[in-house]
C-alpha cells in the first residue's frame, strides 16, 4: 500500500484525524515538523502541546499553522498528552515528538492500520544508530520483561510514534504517568485490556544538531521499569504474584526436604516460605478478579 492509498483509507472512515505534537523547548525544530505534518495531511488538525517551554515554542507552532495549548509549567510528556486527550472530541489520534526525529510522512501509513487495529506504534530497528548503546540495552531489556509480563511480542516499548482511537486512550487516562513513561504505559494498556496492538517498523531521523534528548536513561529507565509493573499488576496481576508464590513454595518443600533428611526436623523458615508463598498466590487471584470487574466496569 503506497502513501497515497493509506492517506485515502483513513480519509474513508470519515473520522476527525488530530495529530499530537508535545513539545518542551523545540523552537529549532517545530515549525519544520508541524509544516510537513500538515503538507502530509491537509486535512487533519495538527495540536501542539507546549509544555511549559521557555523558548518560543508556542509562537513558532502558531505561526506554522498548528493548534496550540500550552502549559503553564513544565508537566511531562505523559502530561501533555493528556492534555489533548482531554481537549479532543473524539475520532482518531496520532502522536509523534517535535524534536524532527520522526518523519509526518510516516503517518499515513500508522493511521491506515487503524480499521484493523485499536493501537498502531512506530517500532524503532535499534541497530545502534538511533541513540548511546546504554539506552538501547535498557529498551531492550524493558522490551523483553514487559512481552513476558504482557504475553504478547513487544517491537517497541517506549516509542512515541503512535496513533490510536481516542475513544479507546482515554479510558486510560486515571494509569497514564505526567513523564516519559507514557508510551510504555500505554501500550501495555492496550494489550493487558485486551485491545488489538500493531507494531509497524519506521525509521528514525538523527536528532538535528544544538539539540539533545530529554530522557535520562537511569531515572527514567527506573520509571519505566516501574510503570511496567504498575500496569501489569492492575491488569493481570497473576503474571506476577504466580510465579513469585510459586518460586517461594517450592523454595519451602526444598528447605522442608532437606530439613527433614538432614536434621529429621522442620524449621520456622521452611514455614514461612510455604505459608508466604501460599498467600502471595491467593492475593494474586483476589488482585485478579478486582481487575477483571474493574474492565468489565468500564467496558
Known sequence: MNQLEEYSAVENTHEEITIVIPAYNEETTIVDVVKETRTVLPEARVLVIDDGSKDATAVRAREAGADVISHPLNKGNGAAIKTALRAIKGGVVAVLDGDGQHDPRELPKLLGYLK??????GARSFNGNEGHWLRTAGNLFLRRLASFLSEQKIADLTSGFRAFRHAVAARFLHIYPNGYSFPSTSTLSFITAGYSVKFVPIQVRRRPKL?????????????FLTFILRVVTIA???????????AMVIAGIILTIRNLIMFAQFSGGTVLFLAGGINIIFFGLILDQFASLRLQERD
Open 211 to 223: 539539540t539533545q534528548s530529554k530522557l535520562r536513561p537511569f531515572r527514567d529507565g527506573f520509571r
Open 236 to 246: 493481570n496481576p497473576n503474571k506476577i504474584f504466580f510465579p513469585a508464590g510459586l
Open 116 to 121: 484493523e487495529y485499536d493501537l498502531v506504534v
